[in-house]
């Protein structure tokens, strides 16, 4: 758990492996392969873990790379995003929404999961998933056409 | 070229971005985000959001997280005009995998 930001976090995935294992033991046949198997459980989660942490760096670096501040006039992504000042709009449009379209929506396009893993990691069908998504981007897209008509107005 | 071709395009970039480095160059996706920011609005050349995604020089001088952020921007945006659109189900793309 080498990974991990600091020793309270590695301790809670620790745990979370322990649970795992725990209530997985039933299959593991005869109990062979327990240290493989249990690493593997280790991985997972650990990759579950990395994933999540990155989406989360990634939506905060949206916010921090959109104000960089322009010295010149060159063209570059941070300062097209300050420009344009759609990337701040879309993130308080997620800031906004409800927390389990915000979770899907995180999922979905900052740890770049797909439909099924996002079903998996909140235990819901996949046809909720993709209904929270949906009105999460409508709500998204609602948000910023009211934002651009009040500015305009 | 499709929207659904242009998202599993970006959503493909995103996910090779993810796995690099920050260290590494990612200096030659700007045409690749510029090809497909390009195909979006002149499948949708009405929309606005799609008309504030600008494209960027290249070779781009980004760094990973620009570039993650350039790409999962026109996702959202892409994404978010078919959800209101309705034409997701339609055309089979969107939001499906």
Known sequence: ?153 | MKDSVILKMAEETCSILDQMMFHEPCDQLGASYNALIAAAQANHPDDAFLKALKPIQEPAEGSKNQMQILFTQLRIVLDALQATDGIDDRQGNGTST
Request: proline content about 4%; charged content about 35%.
């Open chain 1, 1 to 153: 758990m080498g990974f991990c930001k600091d020793r309270s976090e590695a301790e809670d995935l620790s745990q979370e492996v322990l649970a795992r294992v725990f209530r997985s033991m039933k299959s593991l046949e005869g109990g062979r392969g327990f240290v493989a198997w249990t690493r593997t459980i280790a991985r997972n989660i650990g990759i579950d873990y990395c994933r999540k942490a990155a989406g989360g760096k990634q939506f905060e670096h949206w916010h921090q790379d959109a104000r960089l501040d322009p010295p010149d006039v060159r063209y570059e992504p941070g300062r097209l995003l300050e420009s344009e000042s759609l990337a701040q709009e879309v993130r308080q449009a997620i800031d906004s929404l409800p927390p389990e379209q915000k979770d899907v929506v995180m999922k979905r396009y900052f740890e770049n999961r797909k439909l099924e893993q996002i079903a998996e990691a909140t235990g819901c069908p996949v046809g909720t998933v993709k209904s929270r998504l949906h009105a999460a981007l409508r709500r998204i897209r609602e948000f910023d056409e009211s934002l651009s008509a009040r500015r305009s107005g």
